[in-house]
């Protein structure tokens, strides 16, 4: 019969005229899911017979610095949306379709800090920040910032001086937000000693650096 009815197969003895129906079983296949530069997770692949529609696995790939945007066939650059309705994908038994991840570049940023010592201000012009997205490569900027008796001593990842150290001129792989702060080197002082009219001695001059506490000499 066309539904129902006794099976029969290619070694099922016949007694009689019978008249027999074909019935027919779509193909099955594989649906495989591609990272695309993903840096962690998965999604497994999926099984699928032809004429039996599924929603697509969601995605479990991520990507540093980049957001999931959906899927592309690889074959033929199909869009498909995260986690939706498909059917009959190829014909070919136990055929192989891949679906590629898509991503987009997140938003990333260099922020700098003036950081100035405990007391101080800064003059000049600063530094502007920069925006841009992840995986573009910026260049550390130039200090625009200046403090009266210090000098600029470079970018650190941190406010006392630890952390990633980056020179101005440098690349930075952006990824993220990354806050440089100024480092400061104190300049030299000097003190003299003016005898005022002395007919004679000598005081020597003294040295140290910018805020340094000195003790004054005796006078000579």
């Known amino acids: 019969a066309p539904n129902g009815g006794n099976k029969y197969d290619f ?53 540093d610095g980049y957001t999931f945007t ?17 059917t009959n994908l190829t014909t070919q038994p136990n055929g192989i379709v891949t679906m590629v991840a898509q991503w987009s570049a997140n938003e990333a940023h260099i922020r700098y800090n003036p950081n100035p010592p405990a007391g101080k201000t800064t003059g000049g012009q600063g530094t502007p920040n920069w925006d841009g997205h992840t995986g573009d ?59 005022n009219g002395a007919t004679g001695g000598k005081t020597d001059p003294q040295t140290g650096k910018t805020d340094e506490k000195i003790n004054v000499r005796d006078n000579g």
């Open 70 to 86: 959906g899927w592309k066939r690889a074959d033929n650059q199909q869009a498909y949306g995260d986690g939706q309705w498909v």
């Open 11 to 63: 070694n099922t003895p016949l007694t009689g005229n019978v008249t027999v129906y074909a019935h027919w079983v779509g193909n099955g296949y594989t649906v495989r899911f591609a990272g695309n530069g993903a840096t962690g997770g998965g999604t497994p692949d999926q099984a699928f017979q032809y004429n039996i529609g599924q929603n697509l696995h969601r995605n479990g790939f991520v990507r």
């Open 137 to 195: 490569t910026p260049t550390i900027g130039q200090n625009g910032w200046t403090i009266d008796g210090y000098t600029f001593a470079g970018w650190t990842t941190s406010p006392d001086g630890g952390g990633t150290k980056y020179a101005p001129g440098a690349r930075w792989t952006a990824n993220g937000t990354l806050t440089l702060y100024a480092q400061w080197t104190p300049g030299q002082a000097s003190l003299t000693y003016d005898g």
